[in-house]
């Protein structure tokens, strides 16, 4: 039971340099989610897909664009990186619309930038 | 400004102690869910509540919705040592969707 896969667990980039995170699901799920995780913030919202075909903005889009390239896939690009997006980043999936569907979380793709 | 405040941030607890977590807002949910997160891992889910007022035990959990469902406490009963992680409260806004807004979490260390 894979659930919901990330690559790569680990990354450090330098300041300026460009990457994309990779997300896949296996459930069927309609919806994915992309959250950083930030000491003593908990999970921020950066974007969300939730059906095949959408994208839109979370809590903080900025610097950061997403691409839901079929059902089971969502990725997350950084063009310019910057020392503030050093985070955790999290993908999560969950089944649809309605907002009591628990969502499903992938291990986390740690990512520093120098 | 985080709409969903956890308290407290940090918690050191010996085994058999009680205790609880609180989450609280000044906006509605329609519901609240609450995870538990490990080292290196993402959070996975412990609980739902949907309905104000509403209370609910997982074994040595009992999570309790307010009755504005504005706000939320998980209390542990007799904590283990299995217990230790990060546990984060997460709400559904009205017409918020799918989207949900998490807490600032609170870090559990449950001790021999």
């Known amino acids: 039971n894979a659930g919901v896969t990330q690559t790569p667990k680990f990354q450090v980039l330098k300041t300026g340099q460009s990457m994309t995170l990779q997300c896949a699901q296996d459930?069927?799920?309609?919806?994915m989610y992309w959250y950083r995780q930030d000491p003593g913030m908990g999970l921020r919202l950066i974007y969300y897909s939730a059906s095949e075909g959408t994208t839109d903005k979370g809590e903080v889009p900025n610097g950061y664009n997403v691409s839901r390239l079929n059902k089971r896939e969502f990725s997350l690009r950084l063009e310019s990186a910057a020392p503030s997006q050093t985070s955790v980043y999290f993908c999560?999936?969950?089944?649809?619309?309605?907002?009591?569907?628990?969502?499903?979380f992938g291990d986390g793709t740690r990512l520093s930038i120098l | 400004t985080q709409l969903l405040e956890q308290s407290p941030q940090f918690l050191s607890i010996q085994e058999g102690e009680n205790l609880t977590v609180y989450c609280n807002s000044s906006s509605v949910f329609s519901s609240l869910q609450w995870y538990r997160q490990e080292p290196g891992e993402g959070p996975v889910l412990l609980v739902t509540v949907v309905t104000g007022g509403e209370v609910k035990k997982l074994k040595r959990l009992t999570f309790q919705f307010g009755d504005a469902r504005k706000d939320s406490s998980l209390h542990i009963t007799a904590a283990q040592p299995g217990d230790t992680g990060l546990y984060l409260c997460a709400g559904a806004l009205t017409g918020g969707g799918n989207k949900l807004t998490f807490g600032t979490g609170t870090q559990l260390k449950v001790e021999l």
């Open positions: 459930m069927n799920h309609n919806s």
């Open positions: 999560a999936s969950s089944p649809g619309e309605r907002g009591n569907q628990p969502q499903h």
